[in-house]
Antibody, heavy 120, light 107 residues
Framework: EVKLLESGGGLVQPGGSLRLSCAAS????????MSWIRQPPGKAPEWLGV??????????EYNPSVKGRFTISRDNTQNILYLQMNTLRAKDTAIYYC???????????WGQGTLVTVSS | DIQMTQSPASLSASLGETVTIECLAS??????LAWYQQKPGKSPQLLIY???SLNDGVPSRFSGSGSGTQYSLKINSLQSEDVSIYFC?????????FGGGTKLELK
């Protein structure tokens, strides 16, 4: 069974940094692309970026809305996906999900999410 | 970025009724469209991909259709467990973008 479990969310001050983790199990981690998606309270989801699989060199692609501030990485020995977020702003307040994109770039598997609140 | 506009933003319907939700893309997305259902406090769940392909385990009362820039999600014989927010997502061109959502309630 595919499982994705996010952690690391919490309250952070504007301008601060935070690193989220997503522990993956139930599938061969290195075979799959992994994405981060966020959802501000009461709003639509926003795709943040993707890190590709081993066959595609673990390359990354980002939504221009967060490129340069957010970095996606993965630890393929421990099956963990990361999202490093810097220079956080109030607008970054959201539930952050990790998700597995299918080859067609829809998302069949999502974690339960972790809440990030940016506030002073 | 491709903009996805959903309508209506909210919808109230009775048990057993047929409901249709629309999604309009700002350009042709060639049927690269997915629909998700999100219940309160839960993550979105994939219902339909490639505009009309039902994801495994999704009841057959859900169906998708459309082409070009216009797509729709139809729910036949509305059940109480269908009360949710529904989102469309285009997977034609990066960055992948979602519609604003349609909140479905029982009348």
């Amino acid at each position: 069974e595919v499982k994705l479990l996010e952690s690391g969310g919490g309250l952070v001050q504007p301008g601060g940094s935070l690193r989220l983790s997503c522990a993956a199990s139930g599938f061969t981690f290195t075979d799959f692309y992994m994405s981060w998606i966020r959802q501000p309270p009461g709003k639509a989801p926003e795709w943040l970026g993707v890190i590709r699989n081993k066959a595609n060199g673990y390359t990354t692609e980002y939504n221009p809305s967060v490129k340069g501030r957010f970095t996606i990485s993965r630890d393929n020995t421990q099956n963990i996906l990361y999202l490093q977020m810097n220079t956080l702003r109030a607008k970054d307040t959201a539930i952050y999900y990790c998700a597995i994109p299918a080859p067609g770039d829809w998302f069949a598997y999502w974690g339960q999410g972790t809440l990030v609140t940016v506030s002073s | 970025d491709i903009q996805m506009t959903q309508s209506p933003a909210s919808l109230s319907a009775s048990l057993g009724e047929t409901v249709t939700i629309e999604c309009l893309a700002s350009e042709d997305i060639y049927s690269n469209l997915a629909w998700y259902q999100q219940k309160p406090g839960k993550s979105p769940q994939l219902l339909i991909y490639y505009a009309n392909s039902l994801n495994d385990g999704v009841p057959s009362r859900f169906s998708g259709s459309g082409s070009g820039t216009q797509y729709s999600l139809k729910i036949n014989s509305l059940q109480s467990e269908d009360v949710s927010i529904y989102f469309c997502q285009q997977n034609y061109d990066s960055p992948w973008t979602f519609g604003g959502g349609t909140k479905l309630e029982l009348k």
